[in-house]
């Protein structure tokens, strides 16, 4: 069919920023009209990605790609598994996810890979049968916290057991992502948000690019370093749903007792249950 697609899949090179391109796809109106972000997938080296992770940090920058690669997907492909034993294998994917627990890791062979693993996977645009992955991902603790092996790059999960007033949570989240520093305090605090992703019961919800207000909706949200959108979702089907509302932050020198608090702070002052 003459100018139809089902997929476009973007190959970067190994040095490539996910972020910039992922950000690139929202901010562009002309694209934005025409395809969606469906999610970003990384591939890493069974047998050489633990050195790539530990590289020094480019002059200028915070992070080495590798790092940043891991902190943006939202699946990771380990690769090459047939050149490291199974125990190798384990703390490897204890590192990938101590830098991004809400990542989907699957292992593979000479790049065999499900293509119903990396296609559709809607992190962007709708809920899936295994949504919310990130909360199912950092369920285990009410605030999941992972260090990597510099300890800068980090993830945290801030249940959010209430239903919550949309005006102030974007207002929360826009304070975050835009000022760099924790929610309600003053000065910035050198934070480096990398995603954000979450799940969340809200009030008085408002649609981007819309004038009609929803009473109460399920609202997931995604954000690429200073970029987030958000979109209504139908509400999770199971007995323990109210366990996987929360907002899942990945970053760098996230400060995280100081989030947990400011967070606390708005579920305290922004519940309308």
Same mark, same amino acid.
């Given at each position: 069919?003459?100018?139809?697609?089902?997929?476009?899949?973007?190959?970067?090179?190994?040095?490539?920023?996910?972020?910039?391109?992922?950000?690139? $796809?929202?901010?562009?109106?002309?694209?934005?009209?025409?395809?969606?972000?469906?999610?970003?997938?990384?591939?890493?080296?069974?047998?050489?990605?633990?050195?790539?992770?530990?590289?020094?940090?480019?002059?200028?920058?915070?992070?080495?790609?590798?790092?940043?690669?891991?902190? +943006?997907?939202?699946?990771?492909?380990?690769?090459?598994?047939?050149?490291?034993?199974?125990?190798?294998?384990?703390?490897?994917?204890?590192?990938?996810?101590?830098?991004?627990?809400?990542?989907?890791? %699957?292992?593979? %062979? +000479?790049?065999?890979?499900?293509?119903? %693993?990396?296609?559709?996977?809607?992190? @962007?645009?709708?809920?899936?049968?295994?949504?919310? $992955?990130?909360?199912?991902?950092?369920?285990?603790?009410?605030?999941?916290?992972?260090?990597?092996?510099?300890?800068?790059?980090?993830?945290?999960? $801030?249940?959010?057991?209430?239903?919550?007033?949309?005006?102030?949570?974007?207002?929360?989240?826009?304070?975050?992502?835009?000022?760099?520093?924790?929610?309600?305090?003053?000065?910035?605090?050198?934070?480096?948000?990398?995603?954000?992703?979450?799940?969340?019961?809200?009030?008085? @919800?408002?649609?981007?690019?819309?004038?009609?207000?929803?009473?109460?909706?399920?609202?997931?949200?995604?954000?690429?370093?200073?970029?987030?959108?958000? +979109?209504?979702?139908?509400?999770?089907? %199971?007995?323990?749903?109210?366990?996987? @509302?929360?907002?899942? $932050?990945?970053?760098?020198?996230?400060?995280?007792?100081?989030?947990?608090?400011?967070?606390?702070?708005?579920?305290?002052?922004?519940?309308?249950?």
């Amino acid at each position: 069919r003459k100018g139809k697609f089902d997929y476009i899949l973007l190959e970067t090179t190994g040095l490539a920023d996910p972020g910039r391109i992922a950000t690139m $796809l929202w901010s562009n109106e002309e694209l934005g009209s025409d395809i969606r972000l469906d999610g970003i997938v990384t591939m890493v080296d069974a047998k050489n990605v633990g050195r790539q992770l530990s590289e020094a940090v480019p002059k200028g920058e915070t992070m080495n790609e590798a790092q940043k690669q891991v902190a +943006f997907a939202d699946r990771i492909i380990v690769n090459k598994t047939d050149l490291v034993t199974e125990s190798e294998l384990d703390a490897l994917e204890d590192t990938l996810l101590s830098i991004n627990a809400s990542a989907r890791v %699957s292992r593979s %062979s +000479f790049a065999r890979v499900d293509l119903d %693993s990396v296609l559709s996977i809607g992190a @962007y645009a709708e809920i899936g049968a295994d949504t919310p $992955l990130f909360a199912r991902n950092s369920a285990s603790t009410g605030h999941a916290h992972h260090q990597h092996i510099d300890g800068n790059i980090s993830t945290m999960a $801030l249940s959010a057991p209430e239903r919550l007033l949309w005006s102030a949570v974007e207002e929360w989240i826009q304070e975050l992502l835009w000022d760099s520093k924790v929610p309600g305090t003053e000065g910035t605090n050198g934070i480096e948000m990398l995603r954000l992703k979450a799940l969340l019961q809200v009030s008085d @919800y408002t649609p981007v690019g819309s004038n009609e207000t929803v009473a109460q909706a399920a609202v997931v949200v995604q954000g690429v370093r200073e970029m987030f959108d958000s +979109f209504a979702v139908p509400s999770p089907d %199971s007995t323990s749903a109210s366990s996987l @509302y929360k907002l899942v $932050l990945i970053g760098r020198n996230l400060p995280h007792e100081n989030l947990r608090k400011s967070w606390s702070a708005l579920v305290a002052s922004a519940s309308s249950s």
